[in-house]
């Protein structure tokens, strides 16, 4: 069938620009009237042209417009039949498994216009359209088609099959990717019509109820005997740990404390260490050594106790079990392991890492030649203006330092400031207790505080008998409306009752008039099933249909070429596997040599990067050096003589001194983390070393 032919004969049915219905009625009579024009088309029988001229002598009572619209909608569909087929099978098969076969011709026409018809439509006039179908299924199939992954994969693969690539990306794939976030907003609307759509009320379904039967009635039975009332077991009080914290926290509480305390110890203990048998350090050591001692007791008596609760009797070496079971924790602590990385270990990158790396290195050494190019041509150097640089630089960072220094010493200047001011404060709030003091020994309470309590005290007293008369009145009340309330329960229930008599009465008539129908059905449905049909078919596998198509042929020729075709698919996917190989090899030989460039330049890179990191040893080494600003020098005498002043007026008040602050251990862990960091270069640097006998390659590397 020759679908390219269809378009002149289309322009002599319809004009060349369409405008559809404008309400939302209309469109839903003219897509039924396409769907069933649709419905009627046999292509193994009947013409398209042929068949447009009919359908078009049959609309002759519609409006021009309607008309139009029609037959513009049938020929687009019938021309795409190809495409529209593929998608709608599709669809069957994947999500619209459920869906009747007779909405074929629905799903065939919400895809044309969704893929050749949107664009002059608008989506305004889509949506209408769309609406008046049913939402439930445009739906599912709209969902189905604008799928990203849908349309960029198998969908524009099966239609290039038909037309070609290019103009199937260009023409309809893309448009339909552009309108996807648009129409994604549409189902979205229908998706929230249907959820807030009632559902339908279901007619429950009518229950036989039997009859029963006219027995005699049957004696009355005995009034059995009570059963005597079981015992219940006497529940378990709550244990006392219930309400009492946990041991674990108070084990962790005396940890705590003994760590801290042992901290504190260790702080001031010498370097020397405690110095038994030195004159100087002799009695602090006795005096720590003691307030050990007692601690480690006092933690062992409330064990023994703590164990004693649980009602277990006092065993004598229980102590040593709790000596063993818990000093260790306090007293040994876990040492720090520092495990050293193994420099010398390979490293495996992958084949991105390895290409973008020794792209990285190629643009680098293209740099470099560029820059020697240039300076051989005569191009002047920056060595002068970056030393000047290097020199701004380094003044810029003595400058921040001495700044960073001076905020620092205004700071401790005015803490000392704050120091002064708090003692001031302290003095002043003294002098005014005293005068407070003073003043108040010096009166006598009056009668009138105590007459004002005993008045405050009869108010209370009459305030609360009047609540709990104005209570007793409320809870007569509440009997009263009680017993009311169960009269009028019982005269509704009563109603109730009767309305659903007389409703089982009305159901049961129904029934019966439901099983006389059915049974009357059922007597036609089985006189039908017994008249004889005849149900085989001959067939010759051999023989041409004979449709007068074009490539006509039986089923066994088509097996034939099948078979055929299926030999040079191998045959094309052999021969694409030995290309596919042999640039595998290509690639892995490219990986290898970019693997060998990349070592070449790790080499050089090391050794450039050691020389900078000694250049910028020196320079902090010059920095650490200690400030002479003036600022900071007067900062620090100003401080010196703030402190002297606290202190002169400290020592007439006998006012305690803050406490100073406890040494913290970030200068151990500075000092640490330098020589780790130091311990690490040291490794790298001998690595280059080791690494430095591949200079010749480097340079063979640079030349190319």
């Keep these: ?418 120091v002064l001011a708090r003692q001031q404060v302290v003095q002043e709030k003294k002098q005014k207790a005293d005068r407070k003091k003073a003043e108040v020994t010096g009166g006598h309470p009056t009668a009138e505080l105590m007459q004002q309590c005993a008045e405050r005290r009869l108010q209370e007293e009459r305030s609360m008998k009047e609540l709990v008369e104005q209570v007793m009145e409320t809870q007569k009340n509440v009997k009263a409306a009680q017993t009311k309330l169960l009269k009028g329960r019982r005269q509704t229930v009563q109603e109730v009752i009767e309305e659903s008599r007389e409703l089982l009465q009305r159901s049961a008539e129904a029934a019966r008039e439901e099983h006389r129908r059915r049974f009357e059905l059922i007597s036609q449905l089985r006189a039908l099933e017994t008249q004889p049909t005849r149900r085989d078919k001959l067939v010759d596998l051999t023989q041409i249909p004979s449709y007068g198509l074009e490539g006509e042929m039986s089923v066994v020729e088509l097996r034939e070429r099948l078979a055929l075709l299926k030999e040079t698919q191998q045959r094309k996917e052999e021969e694409k596997r030995d290309q596919i190989i042999q640039g595998k090899r290509a690639k892995s030989r490219e990986l290898q040599n970019t693997v060998e460039q990349i070592a070449l330049c790790r080499a050089a890179m090391g050794r450039s990067a050691a020389l900078r990191w000694e250049e910028k040893e020196v320079q902090s080494a010059a920095q650490r050096a200690p400030s002479q600003d003036e600022r900071v020098l007067e900062l620090q005498r100003r401080i010196q003589e703030k402190a002297a002043e606290r202190r002169r007026q400290v020592a007439p008040l006998h006012v305690s001194p803050p406490r100073a602050a406890r040494p913290k251990p970030r200068a151990q862990l500075e000092a640490q983390r330098r020589l780790e960091l130091e311990q690490s270069r040291e490794r790298r640097l001998r690595a280059l070393q080791r690494g430095g006998s591949a200079c010749g390659p480097a340079r063979r590397l640079g030349a190319t």
């Design 1 to 418: 069938m020759d679908c390219d032919s269809l378009r002149p004969a289309i322009s002599l049915v319809t004009p060349v620009s369409v405008a559809p219905p404008g309400k939302m009625a209309c469109y839903g009579k003219c897509i039924e009237t396409v769907i069933k024009q649709l419905d009627q088309f046999k292509p193994e029988k009947d013409s398209p042209e042929q068949f447009l001229e009919t359908v078009s002598t049959s609309l002759q009572t519609l409006s021009p417009q309607k008309q139009a619209f029609i037959l513009e909608i049938l020929s687009g569909c019938l021309e795409y039949r190809k495409l529209l087929t593929i998608v709608v099978d599709a669809f069957y098969l994947r999500d619209g498994r459920l869906c009747l076969w007779a909405d074929y011709s629905l799903f065939e026409v919400i895809c044309y216009l969704a893929t050749f018809q949107l664009e002059k439509l608008g989506l305004q006039l889509f949506r209408d359209i769309v609406k008046s179908q049913p939402v439930h299924k445009v739906c599912k199939f709209l969902r189905f088609f604008f799928n990203p992954l849908n349309l960029g994969s198998w969908i524009k693969d099966e239609w290039s099959l038909v037309y070609e690539t290019a103009y199937v990306r260009e023409n309809w794939i893309n448009p339909l990717t552009r309108w996807q976030p648009e129409v994604q907003e549409l189902i979205n609307q229908l998706q929230g019509l249907l959820t807030n759509q009632s559902p339908l009320s279901k007619t429950k379904a009518k229950v036989t109820e039997p009859k029963e039967f006219n027995l005699t009635a049957p004696r009355p039975r005995t009034i059995p005997v009570p059963e005597p009332v079981p015992e219940v077991a006497k529940t378990k009080p709550v244990p006392r740990s219930t309400y009492q914290p946990p041991k674990e926290q108070h084990l962790l509480e005396m940890t705590k404390r003994y760590n801290r305390w042992k901290a504190e110890v260790a702080s001031k203990r010498p370097r020397g260490g405690w110095g038994w048998w030195s004159v100087a350090g002799g009695a602090g050591a006795a005096c720590c050594f003691m307030q050990e001692l007692l601690l480690r007791a006092n933690i062992e008596e409330r064990q023994c106790a703590a164990s004693r609760a649980w009602g277990a009797p006092p065993l004598q070496d229980s102590r040593k079990k709790l000596r063993r079971r818990f000093l260790p924790r306090i007293l040994k602590t876990p040492k720090l392991t520092f495990y050293r990385s193994n420099n010398n270990a390979p490293v495996k990158l992958n084949t991105a890492a390895i290409l973008r790396e020794g792209a990285l290195y190629q643009r680098q050494v293209e740099k470099e030649l560029q820059r020697v190019d240039r300076l051989v041509d005569g191009a002047g150097d920056f060595s002068g203006f970056l030393e000047w640089q290097k020199k701004m630089q380094a003044k810029d960072q003595a400058e921040q330092l001495a700044a960073g220094q001076c905020r620092r010493l205004q700071g401790k200047l005015s803490h000392e400031e704050a």
